[in-house]
Structures are given as structure tokens and as C-alpha cells.
């Protein structure tokens, strides 16, 4: 039988990063129990990196592992993770009033936000419709993530501190033996002293396996589509397009563009497909902001985004236990707060210091612990 200090249940950004930063210190094994790694939601992101627009907590996750993304550990990856999009926010005419308000809002944040008319905001993003846009501004604060790489760096940094990472390993039964589990997998039997449930849309089923109670995350299918673009129009310098209420969001991805209807549909956890009518409204924004005629889609896909009950990520043991460590919840900025959701976790399986950073941000753990869900 094969002993560990702690088996993660998950191989998608969450368990990958908290097996990157804990394997440093604690023998660790990942179980995944499809073919590929970051199969489901990791695989399937917009790979956007923000610092505003989400909730305190998570955009204080986010100034954190900022500096992870800047400066990766030496060895990590040999390209960049972040690459700079910036984004340009629009409005149509009879949303001004909710235009100004946000406007305000992110410039009391971020001083660097640029306000450009109408004019200005075809000039930089030629593909936007000009009767369209009634007011736009730029925020120089999107970056592309390199998700390939930052998994992959996650991967071969645990590797390389022991970790094991089994995929096509599924869990049968979890039973206590002493201070251990024992679990049956399809793949023969592992002792763990601690699991962690980093299984994403099915983190509930997990913890139910362990006879831990739900704490309510429920998956939402999320669409994107990809469309060419003109001839003429560079990918490459194109920024990312948000509508004001993020009715729609569009993007370079591979020399297409990216659009997604920004949708959040609750449904079952599942391999999820994209459903016909959510196509459709992807590519109605684009024909509605954009002068591009949507006469193929090249690609389309759903991919989930797993929330709890008030939006922020659940990260800490299960209450009155020792044994069951809940890594879920991470919403649309599973792979943005990766870095430092990792290291928090690590912190808190082992019982040690917290990172600088969070001391810094003055974020309190108590602010993600399942027992905010007792009732």
C-alpha cells in the first residue's frame, strides 16, 4: 500500500498548486480520475488575469499572486506567465449612467484607467461597431495567462519534490484506519494522514465519500466561442473587450476571437457541453458590438465554474476535523488566485505561519474557512 502524509483529490489548478507548494514540505500524491490533468475547468478558462472587478477578497488573493506570476521560482517555466492585454470597457447609449458609475469606482483603484471617447475606442479596437459604443475607457490591468505553462510548472516543481500525481485513479471507498485513511482506488489501495477535496464540480459527492457533509458548491456552465477575425486585424494588439455589466466578453485566443456571453447556468457536475442557445448569444454580441458577420464559428465549448454559497473560495479543514481539508469554490478565478490560494492551503494543512502577503493584505483565513457555512 502506498503512504502518504496528504492525498489531494483533484488534478485540476487548485489541487496541482497546493501539491506544488506542500510537497516542499510533506509527502503528497494527487489522485485524478480522468486521462488528462486540469481536464474540466482548468483546461477550459479564458485565462484572463485581473486585480479589480471581483470581490475584496479575491482581488487581494489576486495582488498576491501577482508577484508569483512576475517572478516565478527560478526553474518553474521558461516563458513569461503573464502577458499584457490590457482591456477596454464599453457601454452602449442607454447605459451611460451604470458607464459613470463604474468608471469612478475603478479610477478611485486604478489611476491608470484612461477614459477614450467613442472615437478613440474604434481607433484602438478596430473591430467594435462605431454605433455601438456610447462611451468606453482603457484599463491597462489585463493580462493573458500562460495556463499550459503555469500547470505544467505546478506539475514538474511537485514532481520534483517527490509528489506523485496518478490520473485515471478513481475512488471507491474511503475508510478510517487509526490516524489514517485508507482508500480503494480503481488502481489498488493509498493511506493518507489528510485528503484534500480539490475535486472542483464534485467536491459535495467527495466530501460525502469521507462522510463530511456538503457545504453547497454548485457548478456553472460557462460558453465561449471562437470566430475569425478580418483580415488586416492583429490579434496580437488587440485588447480584451468587456461590456459594462459583462453582458459579454470577447478576446484574442490563438488569432481568433474569443466571445462569450458571460452566462452562468447552475447544472450537475459533468463533462459540460455547450448548449445551442448560448452559441447563439455568443454570436449575437459579436455581430451586435463588433462589425465582424459571424458566417462560421470556428470552435465552441462550456467549461464550469464552481461557487459556494457566497461566492468566495472554501479553504480549510472541514470543521471539528483534522483529517478533511476543503480546497474548492474558486469560482471564474481558480487559475488568477492559484499562487496564492496554494500557499494559504499549504499554510493551513500544516499548521504553520502564513505567507507575508497575507499579512501584508491583512486577509484573514477565517475569510474562506467551510465553518462560515455552519449552521
Known amino acids: 500500500m502506498r503512504k502518504y502524509d496528504v492525498v489531494i483529490i483533484g488534478g485540476g489548478i487548485a489541487g496541482l498548486s497546493l501539491a506544488y507548494f506542500l510537497s ?24 484572463e488575469f485581473v ?45 451611460i449612467a451604470r458607464f459613470e458609475a463604474v468608471l469612478a469606482e475603478e479610477r478611485a483603484f486604478t489611476p491608470e484607467i484612461e477614459r477614450v471617447t467613442p472615437e478613440e475606442a ?46 485515471r485513479h478513481e475512488i471507491l471507498s474511503a475508510e478510517r484506519d487509526g490516524t489514517a485513511w485508507i482508500l480503494t482506488t480503481t488502481a489498488g489501495e493509498i493511506s493518507a494522514r489528510v485528503v484534500v477535496n480539490a475535486a472542483g464540480a464534485w467536491a459535495d459527492p467527495v466530501a460525502a465519500l469521507f462522510g463530511v457533509g456538503p457545504i453547497g458548491i454548485v457548478p456553472h456552465r460557462r460558453t465561449a466561442i471562437t470566430v475569425d477575425l478580418p483580415d488586416g486585424v492583429d490579434a496580437t494588439t488587440l485588447p480584451e473587450i468587456n461590456e459594462i455589466d459583462e453582458d459579454f466578453y470577447m478576446k484574442p485566443e490563438g488569432g481568433r476571437l474569443l466571445a462569450s456571453p458571460a452566462d452562468a447556468t447552475p447544472c450537475e457536475p459533468s463533462d459540460v457541453q455547450p448548449e445551442e442557445i448560448d452559441i447563439a448569444w455568443a454570436a449575437h454580441y459579436v455581430e451586435e458590438a463588433t462589425t465582424i458577420s459571424v458566417r462560421r464559428i470556428a470552435n465552441s465549448w462550456a467549461g464550469l465554474r464552481n461557487f459556494s454559497g457566497d461566492k468566495l473560495p472554501v479553504v480549510g479543514f472541514a470543521p471539528g476535523r483534522s483529517d ?14 492559484s499562487p496564492a490560494l496554494g500557499q494559504l492551503a499549504a499554510s493551513l494543512v500544516m499548521d504553520a505561519q502564513l505567507p507575508e502577503a497575507f499579512r501584508s493584505e491583512a486577509l484573514a483565513p477565517q475569510s474562506f474557512s467551510p465553518a462560515r457555512f455552519q449552521k
Request: aromatic letters at 10%.
Open 51 to 95: 486585480l479589480r472587478y471581483n470581490a475584496p477578497e479575491v482581488c487581494a488573493l489576486a495582488r498576491i499572486a501577482k508577484g508569483f506570476f512576475d517572478r516565478p521560482p527560478q526553474g518553474f517555466t521558461d516563458v513569461p506567465l503573464l502577458k499584457q492585454r490590457g482591456g477596454v470597457m464599453i457601454a452602449s447609449a442607454d447605459k
Open 324 to 337: 478533511f481539508f476543503w480546497l474548492a469554490g474558486q469560482g471564474g478565478y481558480g487559475i488568477l488566485t
Open 24 to 47: 516542499q514540505h510533506r509527502s503528497v500524491a494527487v489522485i485524478e480520475r480522468e486521462d488528462a490533468l486540469g481536464y474540466h475547468s482548468t483546461g477550459r478558462s479564458a485565462a
Open 122 to 167: 474604434v481607433s484602438r479596437v478596430p473591430i467594435l461597431r462605431p454605433d455601438y459604443v456610447a462611451a468606453a475607457y482603457h484599463d491597462p490591468h489585463f493580462w493573458d495567462i500562460e495556463v499550459e505553462n503555469l500547470l505544467q510548472g505546478y506539475v514538474k516543481g511537485a514532481r520534483r519534490n517527490g509528489s506523485e500525481i496518478l490520473e
